[in-house]
């Protein structure tokens, strides 16, 4: 399998290379050059798979053969053998025909841990095989954060660096970046929003004379790998309530656009998925990009559910890539444009196939209020609010015959304060994060300034030359 940049400007690479390279050298996303597909009969083989098992056949095809696989099956099971319920993903019913599919039941209590356990043992393997090291670098809103230092966290062919918005993450979030005594961690509070630091991130890696200096590797979804590994519960989820007999819809709360790609990337190889529902917060540019063609940047809100606090959605050029029948020249104007202007507007034909596979809708703060509110009362069951989000959002798509699977992408103990406001119920921390708030924290505050960001890093990473 190779891996082809969204730009069309960079080195085509195998597996191992894109897993290490992150972001594109031309500053595009690298997609899997074909969708591996699986035929109806193939993904009728995987009911009753464990999860672990049905990672295995979903992914290996996506390595091309470059990592030997005994020790591919002994790295899924490792990734997967952190998580705390046997189902590693399991699927609540909530609702009539809805479910909430569970992906926080990893070290950090969010979606992010199922991908990033995985993405730093293929790292670490990578890196030993080669006799190297790399500097990683990467930019949080609250969630990827915390998973990435969880898992990257005492490696020793890594150093990690995250950048998280100073004061805009949940004290919860924060000091699950704070608090590593892992020495080859670095959490770098950035004065500024989450599109800063994202926007850090990406101006590292185009400076290729810092990126080369550093060997620079990323953790964000811009790195393949993430979204790949996304890609299973998908699959896991859809295998519980009847695939391939049977289509199955999702709706999932989003920002970065990561989680929702691996839908679209699920469908691509053969899963019958009706429709993928975009769920956003008051922060609603791919919401109103759907509905008038326009990808328009405007200020952030803070809201409720600050991992979606995102204007710069970048996995969305994976799609426009995928939309515009994989026309590379179309996507460099596209993203020359919201360089330039912060605004492109997206061809007619390319938006009807985007509408022909999305549907997206919009969760205010009060609604998200409201819907942690009124499940509670129904079922019992206490939301997260980005979870919340894509519930809101779900119901306006919710259909008699097929099932609507929302992503529930973060513990709710994560956002104490929203969930206690609107539920009446404080969600306290699992026992065995009993410490968290009482460690003593650790990270530096740094405005949002390349070159000081880059002479940090540089100082501090055992891979600079
Ligand atoms: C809890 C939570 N929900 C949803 C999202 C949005 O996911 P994505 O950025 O992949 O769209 C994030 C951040 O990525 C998150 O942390
Ligand atoms: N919501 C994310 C933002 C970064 O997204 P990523 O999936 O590209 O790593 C977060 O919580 O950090």
Request: proline letters at 5%; hydrophobic letters at 45%.
């Amino acid at each position: 399998m190779q891996y082809v940049s969204t730009r069309g400007e960079a080195p085509v690479l195998g597996f191992s290379d894109a897993v290490l390279a992150g972001l594109a050298r031309d500053g595009g996303l690298y997609v899997p050059r074909e969708w591996p597909q699986f035929s109806a009969s193939e993904i009728r083989a995987m009911r009753g798979l464990a999860y672990p098992d049905l990672a295995i056949r979903v992914l290996s095809p996506f390595l091309g053969g470059e990592i030997a696989q005994p020790v591919f099956e002994r790295l899924v099971r490792q990734a997967y053998s952190t998580f705390r319920h046997d189902a590693v993903c399991p699927l609540v019913q909530t609702a009539k025909n809805t479910f909430i599919l569970e992906l926080f039941h990893g070290p950090t209590l969010a979606f992010k841990d199922v991908a990033m356990q995985l993405l730093a043992r293929l790292m670490d393997h990578v890196l030993a095989e080669r006799g190297q090291h790399a500097t990683i670098v990467g930019a949080t809103s609250g969630d990827t954060g915390g998973a990435a230092i969880d898992a990257f966290g005492g490696r020793n062919r890594t150093d990690i660096f995250i950048f998280f918005p100073h004061g805009k993450v949940s004290p919860v979030q924060q000091r699950q970046m704070t608090t590593s005594r892992a020495t080859n961690v670095h959490a770098l509070a950035i004065e500024g929003n989450f599109d800063d630091c994202q926007g850090l991130v990406k101006d590292m890696f185009n400076d290729h004379g810092f990126r080369d200096r550093v060997s620079l590797s990323g953790v964000n979804s811009i790195n393949w790998a993430r979204i790949m590994a996304q890609i299973v519960y998908y699959f896991s989820s859809a295998l519980s309530l009847g695939a391939p007999d049977r289509p199955i819809s999702f709706t999932v709360p989003t920002g970065n656009f990561g989680d929702i790609f691996a839908g679209y990337a699920a469908k691509k190889m053969g899963l019958p998925i009706e429709r993928l529902v975009i769920a956003t917060n008051d922060n609603d540019i791919l919401a109103r990009t759907l509905s008038t063609g326009e990808y328009r940047t405007k200020g952030v809100f803070a809201t409720t559910s600050p991992s979606m606090d995102i204007q710069v959605s970048s996995n969305f050029e994976r799609l426009l890539f995928e939309a515009s029948g994989r026309n590379a020249e179309t996507v460099r104007r596209y993203m020359n444009g919201l360089k330039q202007s912060g605004a492109f507007t997206i061809e007619a034909d390319e938006l009807a196939r985007i509408r022909a596979e999305f549907d997206a809708g919009r969760a205010t703060v009060g609604n998200v209020t409201s819907t942690i509110r009124a499940t509670f009362e129904a079922s019992n069951y206490l939301l997260d609010p980005h979870t919340a989000a894509a519930v809101r959002v779900a119901a306006a798509h919710a259909s008699d015959t097929v099932p609507m699977v929302v992503l529930g992408t973060a513990h709710p103990a994560k956002f104490p304060a929203a969930v206690e406001a609107a539920s009446g119920v404080f969600p306290a921390l699992p026992a065995w994060l009993g410490g968290l708030m009482t460690a003593e924290e650790k990270y530096s505050v740094l405005p949002s300034d390349l070159k000081m960001v880059e002479d940090y890093v540089s100082r501090r990473a055992r891979a600079a030359r």
